[in-house]
């Protein structure tokens, strides 16, 4: 390579040349010439935000449910199931009135019902409401005949709702494995894992919703034929610790002296509410009786705030009430109305202080200096 070619490129008329061919380009041509790369940002991508919680209701087998059971009935030592069906080995349960209720069709069902409201958040306090249905229902009929699940979203109580299911469309309030000693505090540890199942939306959200639901305050709410199971619960279900109140619909067909005791010994953190027709009214009179013997005065009017140590009995009329009780009451929605009770009061509003006065002191006049006296001569008096 000689050095002659600088020269010829710096040459005038080959400039000029070459400026001028620049200038008969097509204006597409210099379009499509790439531009310069952009350096790469270093700001951050902007955060994803959340996906809105959606409504949950399920219908979930548990272990821990109430039934299937096998095991002694009411008196801790005769087998609950005491009728054998000859050859097929089916197992069946003798009512006081003769009728037989087979395991298969009543008491094999582990289903329970689950529900989280779309407005649950896990980082405010959470309640956990439990229901017991009564006789000749199940958990579908709850939701559609007694809008249970719509009650505890209205309440607004940021709460969840569990429903085992009972004796399946039958006239039995037995509590199955509810008998057994600490079977309760088995069963709300395993709705706490299912419902944090259904209600984190993510894996790093799932210690604090299952810390929310272990922690949270029970609301037991027993209506009809649920009375029994209740009992059982607040006396031997190993999470008396856990419940806040016991809400009574039209439920008191027996066994007073277990809510009776359970009340007198958590009345300090507890509270009992009894709406009643004149269905449960004799039964009623019974356990109100038994809690003035104990120096309880049970109020018989709704208040607006439930808190521990209420003992509340409503007299709401005639037994024909009873069949609509937990949607129509009074007070109508029973359920939505009681756990909105249960809602902290709000702060009082802070009251601003007034805004001081700057106090400007006044220029005060130099007072003038008194004259200084003469110096007595010495010797003088």
């Known amino acids: 390579m000689d050095g002659t070619w600088p020269r010829r490129i710096l040459d005038r008329r080959g400039f000029v040349r070459l400026l001028a061919g620049l200038a008969l380009l097509p204006a597409e041509a210099l379009a499509r010439t790439p531009p310069r790369s952009a350096p790469p940002s270093s700001r951050k991508p902007a955060a994803v935000a959340p996906q809105a ?5 399920r219908v979930l087998p548990f272990r821990s449910a109430p039934f299937p059971y096998r095991g002694p009935g009411d ?11 000859g050859g097929t080995k089916r197992h069946g349960r003798s009512t006081g009135n003769g009728e037989v209720l087979w395991e298969d069709t009543v008491f094999s069902d582990a289903g329970v019902l689950l529900h989280v409201p779309a407005g649950f958040d896990p980082a405010k306090p959470a309640r956990l409401v439990v229901f017991f249905h009564g006789h000749g229902s199940s958990i579908d009929r709850v ?7 719509r009650q505890v979203d ?21 509590p199955g494995k509810f008998w057994r000693p600490g079977a309760f505090a088995r069963f709300l540890d395993e709705a706490a894992l299912r419902l944090t199942d259904a209600a984190a939306q993510n894996r790093a959200e799932r210690p604090r919703v299952l810390a929310a639901l272990r ?4 609301f037991l709410i027993a209506y009809s034929g649920g009375y029994k199971p209740a009992a059982f619960v607040l006396e031997r279900g190993g999470a008396t610790a856990r419940i806040a109140g ?23 953190r507890s509270f009992l509410v009894s709406l009643y027709t ?5 039964r009623q009179a019974i356990l109100m009786d038994g809690l003035r013997r104990r120096r309880i005065a049970p109020a018989t009017e709704l208040p607006s705030a439930l808190k521990p140590g209420a003992a509340i009995f409503v007299n709401c009329g005639s037994i024909q009430r009873h069949g609509r009780f937990v949607l129509d009451g009074p007070p109508h929605d029973p359920i939505r109305v009681l756990l909105a009770a249960t809602k902290p009061p709000p702060p009082p509003p802070v009251k601003k202080a007034p805004p001081t006065k700057r106090v400007v002191a006044k220029p005060t006049a130099a007072r003038p200096r008194a004259a200084a006296r003469p110096a007595k001569p010495r010797g003088s008096r």
């Open 246 to 268: 016991t809400i009574l619909l039209d439920a008191l067909y027996d066994e007073e002296e277990r809510y009776l005791r359970w009340f007198a010994a958590r009345r300090g």
């Open 278 to 282: 004149e269905s449960t009214a004799p």
């Open 154 to 174: 209205q309440a607004g109580i940021n709460g969840v709702l569990v429903a085992p299911q009972f004796a399946r469309e039958a006239a039995d309030s037995s």
């Open 143 to 149: 939701v559609s005949d007694m809008e249970i699940t």
């Open 75 to 85: 008196d801790g030592r005769t087998p609950f199931f005491n009728v054998v069906q």
């Open 53 to 57: 919680r959606q409504e949950i209701t």
């Open 215 to 218: 922690g949270a305050p029970v």
